[in-house]
């Protein structure tokens, strides 16, 4: 376990953003690895996975919420040493979590197909998505506890122990995709539900290995089935996780309204999307993993009555983020045909996918600085003004730009990823306002 109260500051924050990026990292990579496979389906089954990944991520907003509430509560409460409070915290999480993935699942499962078609997929889209959705959703409770409890280890310090579960989740997956896919011997090959079952049942493994591990007693969580339930305490983490949620519901809602915007300019358009988005993600997923780690440090020195402490950790994260971004751009820009053709081999994808990545490469700087000031506001419990910065700069100014600018200027498709770059803009420039105001220490959980 990393005390991030006390010592090296910059160690702390290496100690613990290292593992979580190297988890993150690995994530991502095995969303690559299931692009790769899907892939060689054809562009019909990328544009369904991507449409699909795109709408779990609308419906699990509710669990991101959860998560950002327990990584607050809990590292807040490890940082005050108040061990009974971060065991209380963690299961009051965990059941809030179970309950509303299994509405969420339901509610996926039963609308999949309706819902791909409401966001403009062609009906051979629709269904190899629908096929994909259904069997994600209805594992979906194990992944959302597993997740749970690794954000639960990583508050306390303890990044490693995440790290490994996702390495081990991640090898099954990667050993599982194509067996599944394409099928093998007795093994029927499943196609793009191939991918969804591998995901489900790699998660799975994982998630029993996490929770005998918090039953065990080796970790600084006093977990137990006998802790009671308190509606007031589920009702603490609830105000912080609703504001959190709607943001990343805005965030994801967002998403989809601009793969529909997309779908408008056919389906090679659609599908250079969700290659290229899949690529954005591996490439934020460090910086990701950075401001996970600095929402662990500003959780924590605030509940050790720090916050000059945790401001060092804030700028320390911003600059580390900022500068990767800035060499991932780089790459990118003047890479991107080759990167694009790697994932579409039939090359329909590749000119619009390069147009994107070199539109919006130059700025992943300011969007690598937005994340670390937006997780170091979340770590506070202070989800309000986050919600606030993305319900401005993406739903009411990115999306009605991204309609506008191609007729209004007479340049396609470019016109939608020019708006992408001025929403960053927009939504970096509102974060560092509202952390500059300083409110976010006085936030209470």
């Not at 940082?79 to 969420?104: E, I, N, Q, W």
């Not at 408008?264 to 950075?290: D, Q």
């Not at 320390?316 to 579409?344: K, T």
Request: proline share 4%.
């Amino acid at each position: 376990m990393t005390n991030l109260t006390e010592g090296d500051l910059f160690r702390g924050l290496i100690a613990v953003a290292a593992p979580i990026v190297v988890g993150n990292v690995l994530q991502s990579g095995l969303e690559i690895v299931d692009l790769f496979f899907v892939g060689r389906l054809g562009a019909e089954a990328i544009a369904g996975v991507a449409m699909g990944t795109s709408i779990v991520m609308v419906l699990m907003t509710v669990i991101i919420g959860l998560v950002t509430a327990n990584t607050a509560f809990v590292s807040r409460h490890y940082g005050a040493k108040d061990l009974d409070m971060v065991a209380k915290g963690v299961s009051h999480t965990l059941a809030l979590g179970f309950v509303f993935s299994v509405v969420l699942s339901v509610a996926g499962i039963l609308f999949a197909e309706d819902m791909l078609l409401l966001l403009g997929a062609e009906p051979a889209v629709a269904v190899l998505g629908a096929s994909y959705l259904t069997v994600l959703f209805a594992g979906s409770a194990a992944m959302v506890e597993l997740w749970v409890i690794n954000s639960s280890f990583q508050s306390c310090g303890d990044a490693t122990t995440p790290m490994l579960l996702v390495v081990l989740a991640n090898t099954l997956n990667i050993v599982l995709d194509p067996l599944l896919i394409f099928g093998y011997g007795a093994v029927p090959a499943f196609g793009v539900a191939g991918a969804a079952y591998a995901t489900i049942i790699s998660r799975s493994v994982a998630f029993t290995i996490a929770f005998a591990l918090l039953l065990s007693g080796r970790t600084p969580i006093p977990f137990s089935f006998r802790t009671k339930f308190e509606i007031p305490l589920a009702w603490r983490l609830i105000r912080v996780a609703v504001p959190n949620s709607v943001q990343s519901g805005l965030r994801s809602v967002t998403f989809l309204v601009m793969m529909a915007v997309v779908a408008v300019f056919g389906t090679a358009a659609l599908s250079a999307y969700g290659i290229v988005g899949r690529l954005e993600m591996v490439a934020l997923m460090p910086g990701f993993g950075v401001a996970t780690a600095t929402a662990v440090i500003v959780g924590q020195n605030l509940g050790a009555r720090k916050p000059e402490r945790a401001e060092e950790g804030v700028r320390l994260s911003a600059l580390m983020n900022g500068g990767f971004m800035v060499l991932v751009g780089m790459v990118f820009y003047f890479a991107a045909p080759a990167i694009v053709e790697i994932f579409d081999p039939s090359g329909e994808s590749t000119a619009i996918g390069v147009s994107y990545l070199q539109t919006i490469a130059p700025f992943y700087v300011l969007i690598a600085v937005a994340i670390v000031l937006g997780f170091a506001l979340n770590g506070a419990g202070d989800t309000k003004r986050p919600m606030y910065a993305t319900l401005f700069s993406m739903v009411l100014f990115q999306v009605p730009l991204a309609c506008i600018l191609p007729g209004l200027l007479g340049i396609g498709i470019m016109g939608v990823w020019l708006a992408v770059v001025f929403g960053a803009v927009l939504q970096t420039g509102m974060l560092f306002s509202m952390y500059r105001r300083g409110a976010w220490k006085a936030t209470m959980i």
